[in-house]
């Protein structure tokens, strides 16, 4: 072998090395930070989490009063992943929150709010959408795509949409199977204070409507 392909070969393998360094602490501090603001928002009696390959995100269940139960799922890209960045143009290229409420009342019709995006790549999958009538509605100058059971779906859906943080806000969807409110957030940066208080705003919403 070549001094040339074994100075190239020791090249690589350096940025391969410094890329996972930093894209490890950058995905530990990351998760470190959710887990704080998730545990200030949403104040839990009790909690459980399960953490995803090492620095990949986590999954959480809170006890949470006047709520049955809070799921949240994090996940990050695999920033610590050289080979990762060429497919991030092919996916959303962002960290994903997940957040689910088990209410205590029972909710009575379904309900999605979905960002409209012009590729589809962050598109939920909604199984009985044909059955489900369709309208854009706009939230401060973004469109959605809404979609509901009955005409006279309860107004206040739209009110806890305008809670979430409109910059991350991907998916709202209202089921009734299991009584679940979920909220889907989309980010590759997010600011703590706007996160901490708009999951603090929801959560007393859930407490004062659903509980």
């Known amino acids: 072998m070549s001094s040339r392909l074994i100075g190239l070969f020791i090249a690589v393998s350096l940025i391969i090395s410094v890329v996972y360094y930093i894209g490890y602490k950058r995905n530990v501090k990351i998760m470190k930070k959710f887990a704080e603001v998730l545990e200030k928002a949403l104040s839990p009696k009790d909690k459980l989490y399960t953490y995803?390959?090492?620095?990949?995100?986590?999954?959480?269940?809170?006890?949470?009063?006047?709520?049955?139960?809070?799921?949240?799922?994090?996940?990050l890209i695999p920033r610590q992943s050289l080979l990762y960045l060429p497919f991030m143009f092919l996916t959303s290229g962002k960290d994903n929150l997940q957040l689910l409420f088990y209410t205590k009342k029972p909710l009575r019709c379904e309900f999605h709010l979905i960002r409209k995006s012009p590729l589809n790549?962050?598109?939920?999958?909604?199984?009985?959408?044909?059955?489900?009538?369709?309208?854009?509605?706009?939230?401060?100058?973004e469109k959605f795509e809404m979609l509901y059971e009955h005409k006279n779906f309860d107004k206040r859906f739209k009110e806890l949409?305008?809670?979430?943080?409109?910059?991350?806000?991907?998916?709202?969807?209202i089921t009734t199977d299991n009584n679940i409110i979920y909220i889907q957030l989309l980010f590759y940066d997010i600011k703590e204070n706007v996160l901490l208080t708009s999951l603090k705003e929801i959560r007393s919403f859930i407490q004062k409507n659903y509980s």
């Not at 999954?59 to 949240?72: D, F, H, R, T």
């Not at 949409?161 to 969807?173: S, V």
């Open 121 to 141: 790549l962050t598109k939920p999958k909604i199984y009985n959408k044909d059955k489900l009538k369709k309208e854009t509605y706009e939230i401060n100058g």
């Open 52 to 75: 995803l390959g090492g620095v990949l995100g986590f999954s959480v269940e809170y006890q949470v009063e006047g709520i049955e139960k809070v799921l949240a799922n994090l996940r």
């Open 161 to 173: 949409a305008e809670k979430i943080p409109l910059k991350y806000f991907n998916h709202l969807a």
